[in-house]
């Protein structure tokens, strides 16, 4: 049990019955005591019914024999996912696609901000959705076929139930990162302005001229232990950076951002900066910490920034500091330093959940908190 006294979840979804092995991994001397719970697999009965809109799937329509739909699997395999078709001078038209689901298919991640479902076409195998986005569209996503319904669950718990099936789009051809153990654990991207730099299939095998060192903090305010990582580049700091980052291992390990950095950084497209990685535990940890919660900022800047400078030497000024992270992470980031300016004087949030609001309040309400706060200024990207 975790110092906090919080369980640690992990949703699974077995395809089939049959006899299965579960096998844990953990640190040397610690106990874990594990409770598996079973239900019956009930799949949510949902298909967004939205109109048909991409042409070329209004043209397989009128004609909607086996043969063609055998054929239009045929080539998409061949093309990749999504489907992108033109629309006008400045946006494509893009279309999600699956195959074979029974009854329903979640978009995690849509262009739309949302967990948007799919529609099915007919009686076939197929269901799409169709987004209008721009040209320089880039953004990764999952699918999730067939989600279950969870028994006795809140609309939170039920909306937490897409991860249990969420994986890469099997025809999409590219991978994010390009290196995961299982479907599972990697996205898909969709990037149509293909000259940006945004895939280096080989960089989590990159040797590092800096450093990156691995502690166990323990904060006092939030009564729990996480990972935290700290990326030195090689190069000296003469104007000392920090680059705070949220979901930190995923970041670290899944797609090697520390080399990343690295790399730019050696080959003087980025300045010298510090990169400090916070591990969110677990889903349901993050889901606590990273929506506006006041115990969070001050963990990161009355805790974790001062451990930076008295037990790592590191100190940075306020406007030399970003805050940044994905999801809940770009909403935590504007978040913290919305309330903590003195620390935190740049925010990078990444397709921040803007649509969160407390309890009893209307969605946006971080938004409306900036509005009311016009005396600082903060620099966002």
Known sequence: MPVDGQQQKIRFLLPETANYQFIAQGEVGVQWHITLKTYPYQ???KDAGIALTSPRLQMLAQDLTTSNIQLFWQQIQQEGTPLVEPYDNHNKRVTFLWQGAQSNVYLLGSPAGDHDPLTRLANSDIWYRSYIVPNDTLMQYKLAPDVPVIENATAAQQRRAILTTAQADPFNLHPSPSKADDRYNYFSLLSLDYPRECQLPDILDRTMNGNTSISRFHSEILNNDREIALYLPA?????PRLLVLFDGQIYRQQYGIDRFFDKLIEEGKLPPIAILFVDSIDSDRRSVELPPNPDFHRFLADELLVWLEQEKGLQVAAKETIVSGSSYGGLASAWVAFNRPDRFGKVL???????????????????RQYQQRIKNHYSFS
Do not use: F, R, V
Not at 235 to 239: E, V, Y
Not at 349 to 357: D, E
């Open 43 to 45: 799949p949510l009965d």
């Open 235 to 239: 190069q000296k700091m003469t104007t």
């Open 349 to 367: 949030s990444m397709s921040g959940s803007y649509w969160w609001a407390p309890e009893n309040e209307a969605p946006e309400w971080l938004i």
